[in-house]
Protein backbone atom coordinates (compact mmCIF):
# COMPACT_ATOMS: atom_id res chain seq x y z
CA UNK A 1 0.00 0.00 0.00
CA UNK A 2 1.58 3.68 -1.03
CA UNK A 3 1.35 6.19 1.32
CA UNK A 4 2.23 9.89 0.98
CA UNK A 5 2.33 12.36 3.53
CA UNK A 6 2.96 15.98 3.19
CA UNK A 7 4.84 18.58 4.79
CA UNK A 8 5.51 22.39 4.47
CA UNK A 9 2.01 23.99 4.85
CA UNK A 10 2.04 26.82 6.84
CA UNK A 11 1.03 30.82 7.07
CA UNK A 12 2.59 32.91 4.44
CA UNK A 13 2.28 36.72 3.75
CA UNK A 14 0.86 37.60 0.41
CA UNK A 15 3.78 38.01 -2.11
CA UNK A 16 5.94 35.06 -0.17
CA UNK A 17 6.68 31.40 -1.01
CA UNK A 18 6.59 27.94 0.71
CA UNK A 19 7.75 24.70 -0.52
CA UNK A 20 5.93 21.68 0.47
CA UNK A 21 6.59 18.40 0.03
CA UNK A 22 5.37 14.96 -0.31
CA UNK A 23 7.30 12.06 0.64
CA UNK A 24 6.08 8.63 -0.83
CA UNK A 25 6.34 5.14 0.77
CA UNK A 26 5.33 1.30 0.21
CA UNK A 27 5.42 1.90 -3.74
CA UNK A 28 7.61 2.16 -6.72
CA UNK A 29 7.27 5.87 -6.68
CA UNK A 30 8.90 6.09 -10.00
CA UNK A 31 6.03 4.99 -12.37
CA UNK A 32 3.29 7.19 -10.73
CA UNK A 33 2.12 10.44 -12.04
CA UNK A 34 2.32 12.76 -9.11
CA UNK A 35 -0.10 15.44 -8.70
CA UNK A 36 -0.97 18.20 -6.56
CA UNK A 37 -4.06 19.10 -5.57
CA UNK A 38 -6.05 21.93 -3.52
CA UNK A 39 -9.34 22.21 -1.77
CA UNK A 40 -11.02 25.76 -0.30
CA UNK A 41 -13.46 26.28 1.97
CA UNK A 42 -17.36 25.20 0.06
CA UNK A 43 -14.98 24.74 -2.98
CA UNK A 44 -14.11 21.63 -4.67
CA UNK A 45 -10.97 20.03 -5.17
CA UNK A 46 -8.74 21.35 -7.95
CA UNK A 47 -5.72 20.41 -9.68
CA UNK A 48 -2.79 22.76 -9.47
CA UNK A 49 -0.11 20.63 -10.70
CA UNK A 50 1.35 17.27 -12.40
CA UNK A 51 4.61 15.60 -13.44
CA UNK A 52 4.62 12.84 -15.24
CA UNK A 53 7.59 9.91 -15.16
CA UNK A 54 9.46 11.90 -17.40
CA UNK A 55 9.29 14.78 -16.00
CA UNK A 56 6.61 16.62 -17.97
CA UNK A 57 4.55 19.11 -16.13
CA UNK A 58 0.76 20.60 -16.58
CA UNK A 59 -0.58 23.77 -14.31
CA UNK A 60 -3.94 25.88 -14.85
CA UNK A 61 -3.35 29.40 -15.79
CA UNK A 62 -4.42 29.63 -12.45
CA UNK A 63 -0.85 29.50 -11.03
CA UNK A 64 1.25 28.68 -14.24
CA UNK A 65 3.81 30.72 -13.68
CA UNK A 66 3.74 31.05 -10.01
CA UNK A 67 4.03 27.34 -8.87
CA UNK A 68 6.75 24.72 -9.83
CA UNK A 69 6.16 20.82 -9.63
CA UNK A 70 8.83 18.63 -9.48
CA UNK A 71 10.29 15.06 -8.21
CA UNK A 72 13.19 13.62 -6.96
CA UNK A 73 12.65 9.94 -7.64
CA UNK A 74 15.89 8.76 -5.81
CA UNK A 75 14.60 10.38 -2.50
CA UNK A 76 10.78 9.13 -3.61
CA UNK A 77 9.79 12.89 -2.90
CA UNK A 78 7.36 15.08 -5.13
CA UNK A 79 7.76 19.14 -4.77
CA UNK A 80 5.47 22.13 -5.00
CA UNK A 81 7.16 25.48 -4.91
CA UNK A 82 4.60 28.17 -4.63
CA UNK A 83 5.61 31.76 -5.08
CA UNK A 84 3.78 35.26 -5.39
CA UNK A 85 1.56 33.49 -3.25
CA UNK A 86 -2.51 34.95 -3.04
CA UNK A 87 -4.71 34.93 -0.59
CA UNK A 88 -6.56 33.23 -2.97
CA UNK A 89 -4.27 30.39 -3.08
CA UNK A 90 -5.57 29.47 0.89
CA UNK A 91 -6.53 25.96 1.04
CA UNK A 92 -5.54 22.35 1.94
CA UNK A 93 -2.89 21.19 -0.20
CA UNK A 94 -2.90 17.35 -1.44
CA UNK A 95 -0.17 15.24 -2.52
CA UNK A 96 -1.25 12.29 -5.32
CA UNK A 97 -0.21 9.32 -6.76
CA UNK A 98 -1.70 7.44 -9.99
CA UNK A 99 -1.07 5.01 -12.50
CA UNK A 100 0.11 6.38 -15.91
CA UNK A 101 -3.10 4.64 -17.51
CA UNK A 102 -5.50 5.21 -14.84
CA UNK A 103 -8.17 7.68 -15.30
CA UNK A 104 -8.45 9.25 -11.64
CA UNK A 105 -5.45 9.17 -8.07
CA UNK A 106 -4.58 6.06 -7.14
CA UNK A 107 -3.43 7.31 -3.68
CA UNK A 108 -3.72 10.73 -1.79
CA UNK A 109 -2.19 12.23 1.16
CA UNK A 110 -3.55 13.51 4.09
CA UNK A 111 -3.30 17.02 3.21
CA UNK A 112 -1.75 20.23 4.46
CA UNK A 113 -3.00 23.81 5.09
CA UNK A 114 -1.84 26.80 3.28
CA UNK A 115 -3.04 30.25 4.27
CA UNK A 116 -1.67 32.91 2.51
CA UNK A 117 -2.88 36.16 4.60
CA UNK A 118 -1.70 39.34 6.20
Known amino acids: QVQLVESGGGLVQPGGSLRLSCAAS????????MGWYRQAPGKQRELVAS???????NYPDSVKGRFTISRDNAKNTVYLQMNSLKPEDTAVYYC????????????WGQGTQVTVSS
Open 96 to 107: SGRFPLSSSENY
Open 26 to 33: GGVFSIYV
Open 51 to 57: ITTNGQT
